[in-house]
């Protein structure tokens, strides 16, 4: 198994999609949404995970829980000194 994060699905979405991504030792990963401005909007994981598949689910919402407005967003994994992003619409 190798570190991978693959394309959010679906994608664009509304209300909501699915981040995978797969890590092949156990590591501290995060896993953050940002915005076009490169302000981020959300922190989706942050924590020690075991080598695995792993998948979350972002509901287009910010940190305080407010819908965000139709958009690109970049989900942005790093782990260890593994560091990828994805690009992912939200229409509404």
């Known amino acids: 198994m190798e570190y991978a994060l693959s394309?959010?699905?679906?994608?664009?979405?509304?209300?909501?999609?699915?981040?995978?991504?797969?890590?092949?030792?156990?590591?501290?990963?995060?896993?953050?949404?940002?915005?076009?401005?490169?302000?981020?909007?959300?922190?989706l994981v942050d924590e020690h995970q075991p080598a695995a598949y792993h998948s979350v689910v972002w509901d287009g919402r910010d940190r305080s829980g407010r819908p965000l407005p139709s958009g690109i967003y970049i989900a942005r994994l790093t782990a260890g000194d593994f560091i990828a992003g994805i690009k992912m619409v939200l229409l509404k």
């Open 7 to 43: 394309p959010a699905y679906p994608n664009p979405f509304n209300p909501v999609t699915t981040i995978e991504y797969a890590l092949k030792e156990d590591v501290r990963a995060t896993l953050k949404v940002y915005d076009l401005l490169g302000r981020e909007v959300r922190l």
